[in-house]
């Protein structure tokens, strides 16, 4: 048997990111290439600008990989590659290169689906660190930019077999971070800013209401519907709202001209241009995700019976949520695990150690796949 040297690429959303991973467990490689400057001045990733900017990195990044990781194209034993979700023309643009190389190299071709991607960056870095026994059934939360799932996880002859018993009803949780900073005027990613601010202010100053779920289930086929939704789009209204009715449309205008002049604004730089007022309401409404989250999965885990619970996702980065799952899951006995930052939000080190159960299975794909951007995990 080889050694199992997967190349993972992943081009599903803003982030060219290809890495090498031994085995699934012992990452060798794994760089990425953000777009975040391309996609800032619109506040959100533009698809059309996503697949070009990926065509434009896509040669350089997998070739970075392969050098940082000792390997070549020829001595890798396969190559992985992103199906779905994600945006159609920037998955063709990973999925035609990996078709490229594996046929040109006559390499095995291994298709994974983004959100196995993100539950085995957990399982990747835990493997590393050794002595790591796990309970099934596995709750996962796959929380990011594009999505707000629950995943229940049984472990199988290769690999596991999930299902999905929760997500959002409209946005997603790292959609709601974009759209409240971007209607305060806190710049792109909204993510890692709010994290970042929400520290400066009280997460009591403003209530909000739990996320009301109006119409469970409404038009779902019924072997679709989950039990334990999500929905994010109320906070972002009630954010704008209280914008409105609290006169504060004007700083947030000053605030974007400002931050329009900075090429790639950090937090320190945002923290200036923000009020006692604004820094309330940023610290409000991630205590009131913060708690949508941690309240519903560990609701989800006890009614399930999970034995072990993952946090993964770009959203998985933010330190409140880490800390409240913390202290919630110890509290529950379940124990609670999540990937460092770096592999929290999108790579392909994720990508290769999701596709080495199907590397041992030989599950490799035929050569007539292609993009699938509402690809379910199963
Ligand atoms: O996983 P990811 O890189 O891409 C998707 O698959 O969507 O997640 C990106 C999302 C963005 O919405 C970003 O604002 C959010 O993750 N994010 C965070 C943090 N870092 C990134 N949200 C909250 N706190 C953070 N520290
Ligand atoms: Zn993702």
Redesign the pocket.
Known sequence: MAAGSILGIET????TAAAVVRAGEKLLSNTVSSQIATHQPYGGVVPELASREHLRAIVPVVRQALADAGESYESVDAIAVTQGP?LAGALLVGISYAKAIAFALNKPLITVN?LEG?IHAVLLEQKQKGEFQLGFPVLALVV????THLFLAEERAHGWAYRNVGRTRDD????A??KV?KLLGLGY????V??ALAKKGNPAAVRFGPSQIKHPNRGTPRDQQTEFDFSFSGIKTAVLRYVQLEGMADAVTARQQKLAAIAKPRAEDVLPLCDQKTLDLVASFQRAVVRDLTGKTLAAAVELGARTLFVT???A???E?RETFETEAARAGVPAYFPS?KL???NAAMIAAAAYPKFLARDFASPDFSAEASLALR
């Open positions: 599903s959303c803003d982030e994600g983004h993100h990011s930019g594009g999505h997603a949780a790292g959609e971070y974009d900073a990613p909204g993510g890692p709010i994290d996702g770009g959203v980065a933010n330190s949520l930052r929290s939000t999108d």
